[in-house]
């Protein structure tokens, strides 16, 4: 690891990674070594749980080739120097703020959508000419064998390698000095990171999770809200770090959500064989969703084949902030639906917890609408819309306080791996005497003067 940690170092400091057309050769070969090992990767992760082809183009892959080809076209407006006013003190003189990469990178990789989550801060770091480390999550262990195999053949280890490993060896990682590290994974192991990172001073950017509401108020269109719940919920089946964890809504609204839910589950016909449901990551999860499903509470599904790690999309009610699935982030396909009677008492509810990931406000009413999004306080969502604000690369993803800091995707991305570095270009033609002493009541009174000041 040190060897090539110091081989990336020399190759980073050679200044190639400075050139944006080698950063864009070398997004388009990445692009280039998936696509045509697509059906490998699509291997690797259907043995890992059972990924249909479809879901690892639209969740996994897609993205990354969308983050790729934006990275490409606007790489260089990106990366260009930008001339910013000049203040009165300073003049004669031209400031501008011009990125450059941190250096060496590490990105560590959650398990749930292994390629995305690997890949997508790859393409930032790269993009903004950095090298990189990568550590995929060591569970899904057929996709992480798989990247390192296919990258580390391909690429030169000198500027982007893959490290395989659990947790011992992303402590010994972590280490290691790095002028960024990138982790995705829970609030947890962001701590850890976190606390490694302070160490060598290295900036971070912590994608973590939460417990993420979809809130429903009177008079939302309840048919399509609970359509576009539905999928993101059970999407993955429902190990997304931005899935609705669980739904708040009004009383009134209750008997008629369930039944409407529970006939857009049936309608989807979720099932490992129609390439729309996928296993439990592992047997300890199983286990721990089981813990939290109170059965006495399942309106709908409920059923767990621990054989198989396939539990049916459930839904629960008569759910109160005490019960156990509301203490931690669900990560499963179990949706708790709670009530509320004021906004005001749902607000303060939320409140009262960390700060989500994401939240869904499905709602036609504009005042209560600005007034949750005044209010409440998490990383990123959508109106009468769940999960699909990722798929905007204009949208700087990320979280907030126990969610995560930083964000990334598109611009975004190429941020957290630059570090902006701001320039005064003074001219040599002309000098004021102000600052200089000997120290005047007058230059006092000249320099509050440009300054604004009376
Ligand atoms: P995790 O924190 O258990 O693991 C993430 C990574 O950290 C893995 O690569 C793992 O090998 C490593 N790791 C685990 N324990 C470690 C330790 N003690 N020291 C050093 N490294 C360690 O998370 P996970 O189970 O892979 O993912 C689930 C969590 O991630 C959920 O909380 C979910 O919400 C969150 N998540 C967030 C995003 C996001 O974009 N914000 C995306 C996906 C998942």
């Given amino acids: 690891m040190k060897e090539i940690l110091e081989k990336q170092r020399a190759f980073f400091n050679s200044n190639q990674t400075k050139d944006l057309n080698f950063r864009i050769e070398q997004l388009q070969r ?242 490992p064989e129609n390439g729309n449901y996928i296993r439990i990551i592992n047997d300890r999860n199983v286990q721990r969703l089981a813990r939290l499903l109170d059965q006495n509470k399942v309106y709908s599904g409920g059923k767990i084949d621990e054989e198989n790690r396939i539990i049916e999309p459930t839904l629960i009610q008569d759910v109160t902030f005490d019960d156990a699935i509301m203490q931690e982030e669900i990560f499963g396909p179990l949706l708790p639906v709670l009530t509320y009677d004021s906004i005001d008492e749902a607000i303060r509810e939320i409140k009262k917890r960390e700060k989500p990931l994401s939240c869904y406000l499905f709602t036609n009413d504009s005042v209560l609408k600005n007034k949750l999004l005044n209010e409440l306080s998490f990383g990123g969502g959508a109106v009468n819309e769940s999960l699909m604000h990722i798929s905007n690369s204009r949208l700087p993803f990320g979280g907030v306080g126990n969610s995560g800091m930083g964000s990334y995707h598109g611009e975004a991305g190429f941020r957290a791996f630059s570090h902006y570095k701001s320039i005064l270009e003074k001219s040599t033609w002309f000098e004021t005497k102000l600052k200089y002493s000997p120290y005047s009541e007058g230059k006092l009174k000249w320099i509050k003067r440009l300054m604004g000041m009376k």
């Avoid at 990172?197 to 609970?226: C, D, Q, R, W, Y």
Wanted: proline content about 5%; some cysteine; overall charge neutral.
């Fill in 30 to 271: 990445l692009k280039t070594l998936l696509l045509s090992n697509q059906n490998r990767l699509n291997e690797a992760i259907y043995a890992d749980f059972g990924k249909s082809p479809f879901e690892t183009f639209t969740n996994e892959f897609g993205l990354v080739y969308l983050d790729i080809d934006e990275a490409c076209s606007k790489l260089k407006k990106w990366a260009k120097w930008k001339r910013v006013r000049t203040n009165w003190v300073n003049f004669p003189a031209k400031s501008y703020i011009i990125p450059e990469p941190l250096g060496v990178s590490l990105v560590i990789g959650a398990w749930n959508y292994p390629y995305q989550l690997a890949l997508a801060p790859v393409v930032a770091a790269i993009a903004a000419g950095n090298t990189v480390i990568l550590k995929p999550s060591e569970l899904p262990s057929n996709t992480s064998k798989t990247m390192a195999e296919l990258i580390n053949n391909f690429f030169d280890s000198a500027f982007f390698h893959v490290v395989e490993g659990g947790i011992d060896d992303t402590t010994a990682l972590l280490e290691e000095r790095f002028d960024k590290i990138f982790f995705t994974g829970s609030p947890n192991v962001g701590r850890i990171v976190y606390q490694a990172a302070a160490k060598h001073l290295t900036p971070v950017t912590l994608e973590l999770g939460g417990k993420s509401p979809a809130i429903f108020t009177e008079g939302a269109n309840l048919k399509m809200g609970i359509k576009r719940l539905i999928w993101a919920k059970f999407l993955n089946s429902g190990q997304t770090c931005i899935a609705p964890d669980y739904v708040l809504l009004p009383k009134s609204l209750k008997a008629e959500f369930l039944r409407l839910a529970k006939e857009e589950i049936d309608a989807a016909s979720y099932s």
